[in-house]
């Protein structure tokens, strides 16, 4: 039987540096906005391939935010014996977030090559291609794992053919399955990402058949641009009006059933 399935984003500029915490040894840890596998194998010291073993995953790229992931051959850390000492009152402020800046590029991948397929399921003008062209090689230079997404998850990029919403058209049809981003001309190529970012995120969603209401979708696939633009560090009055898209579609989310 044919479905379709649409989502529409309201358009938006973007902007980032993520706040999050060290990751202490453990036995479990929950995904966090903008992890990836990778990501969260470096900071374990357990392997890509041990955590998918471990929690029976098919593909490294099909985690989701809150799932709980088992990490092999952690264990909490031995705690330090020390002499006893007369109690000290003492005050424990709320800890500032940990900022880290964007990430460095990796020059382990193909840099500006444009040899993905994701390059060649462009279509539009000329000045589209380029433009989209030129986002995408930014996204693999400064952001692999939202590289990654876009390139497991998107079949075509095209132009939106409304002037004001790109939007992430995802389609399935028996076992079929393909996902177009309809996208917008924007002045700025790292607010262009964080709007393809967003699409990709709805994509993402479309083939694990995860999908909520219009608005929870909404919600989340915007808290994931509202990282993204933090984690580059675009200007906060992007971010700023996230939230209130947020706000927005958190009151829509108050009253569907």
């Not at 470096?42 to 929690?55: E, F, H, K, L, P």
């Not at 393909?178 to 700025?188: F, G």
């Amino acid at each position: 039987m044919f479905r379709h399935w649409r989502l529409v984003l309201v358009v938006l500029f973007a902007t980032l540096l993520i706040p999050f915490t060290a990751v202490h040894a453990q036995t479990e840890y929950t995904v966090q906005p903008g992890d990836t596998l990778s990501r969260i194998a470096s900071r374990t010291g357990a392997s890509v391939a041990d955590i998918m073993d471990a929690n029976g995953l098919a593909n490294p790229n099909l985690i989701y935010v809150g799932q709980a992931l088992i990490i092999p051959g952690a264990a909490p850390a031995a705690a330090e014996t020390a002499p006893p000492a007369a109690p000290v009152p003492v005050a424990h402020p709320t800890p500032a977030p940990i900022v880290l800046p964007p990430p460095a590029p990796s020059q382990a991948l193909s840099i500006l090559t444009g040899t993905d397929p994701i390059y060649q399921n462009i279509v539009g003008p000329p000045d589209f291609v380029a433009q989209m062209t030129r986002v995408i090689q930014w996204l693999e230079v400064n952001d692999p794992g939202a590289f990654e997404l876009l390139v497991s998850f998107t079949d075509g990029i095209r132009p939106s053919d409304r002037p004001t919403q790109a939007y992430a058209e995802y389609v399935m049809n028996g076992e079929y399955e393909n996902c177009t981003i309809s996208m917008l001309y924007m002045i700025d190529d790292v607010l262009t990402a964080s709007l393809l970012y967003h699409e990709v995120f709805h994509c993402m969603r479309g083939y694990q058949h995860a999908w909520g209401t219009e608005a929870q979708e909404e919600i989340l696939a915007y808290t994931e641009q509202k990282y993204f633009l933090q984690r580059h560090g675009v200007d906060p009055f992007y971010t700023a009006q996230i939230d209130n898209f947020i706000a927005r579609y958190a009151e829509i989310a108050a009253h569907e059933h």
